[in-house]
Antibody
Framework: QVQLVQSGAEVMQPGASVKVSCKAS????????IHWVRQAPGQGLEWVGI????????SYAQKFQGKVTMTRDTSTSTVYMELSSLRSDDAAVYYC??????????WGQGTLVTVSS | QSALTQPRSVSGSPGQSVTISCTGT?????????ISWYQQHPGKAPKLMIY???KRPSGVPDRFSGSKSGNTASLTISGLQAEDEADYYC??????????FGTGTKVTVL
């Protein structure tokens, strides 16, 4: 079955960078785009960006340009999202999700990023 | 890339129908039929309920239906059940490989 397994929770200091991973299994990794979605505490879902596992091309929400970098490793079927210059308002749960036809049909379990000194 | 506008909350009694609207612009909802809807229970990952405006993934009850008119998409839950109480989000393609979520709607079953 399709599975997306994300890396564990992170506690980071302000100004640091964090890299969250999302390992895919159960399907052909290079056939489907992966989205990253953010959910701050008590808030709604927010689109962060998308990565094409086949060619590695990316597209980011304007708000996250310069903040986020998405990459992939086809040898391990893993996509990564790196957030830089962390601030308190970057604290959130970050999800990866697979785009299948017109919807995000499979989601990772979420990774909680806490920013605290 | 402004969030799509949804009502903050809707409510209904068991068995009733509720409709959640999702209003965007001619640059997103109005231009594409890549509209999807997600249900999220507290502490859980979102779940796909509707994609391509009207299509239901396998396993989603036919009580859930989607539609679109102009710049507004809608999700209707018919025959409301207790387990439908959750947050719901719409999601639209906005061109140039960008996407946008709705603000989210809390559905309460009275």
């Amino acid at each position: 079955q399709v599975q997306l397994v994300q890396s564990g929770a992170e506690v980071m200091q302000p100004g640091a960078s964090v890299k969250v991973s999302c390992k895919a299994s159960g399907y052909t990794f290079t056939s489907y785009y992966i989205h990253w979605v953010r959910q701050a505490p008590g808030q709604g879902l927010e689109w962060v960006g998308i990565v094409n596992p086949s060619g590695g091309t990316t597209s980011y929400a304007q708000k996250f340009q310069g903040k986020v970098t998405m990459t992939r490793d086809t040898s391990t079927s893993t996509v990564y999202m790196e957030l830089s210059s962390l601030r308190s308002d970057d604290a959130a749960v970050y999800y990866c999700a697979r785009l299948f036809t017109g919807g995000l049909d499979s989601w990772g379990q979420g990774t909680l990023v806490t920013v605290s000194s | 890339q402004s969030a799509l506008t949804q009502p903050r909350s809707v409510s209904g009694s068991p068995g009733q129908s509720v409709t959640i609207s999702c209003t965007g612009t001619s640059s997103d909802v109005g231009s594409y039929n890549y509209i999807s809807w997600y249900q999220q229970h507290p502490g859980k990952a979102p779940k796909l309920m509707i994609y391509d405006v009207t299509k239901r993934p396998s396993g989603v009850p036919d009580r859930f239906s989607g539609s679109k008119s102009g710049n507004t998409a809608s999700l209707t839950i018919s025959g409301l059940q207790a387990e439908d109480e959750a947050d719901y989000y719409c999601y639209s393609y906005a061109g140039s490989y960008t996407y946008v979520f709705g603000t989210g709607t809390k559905v309460t079953v009275l």
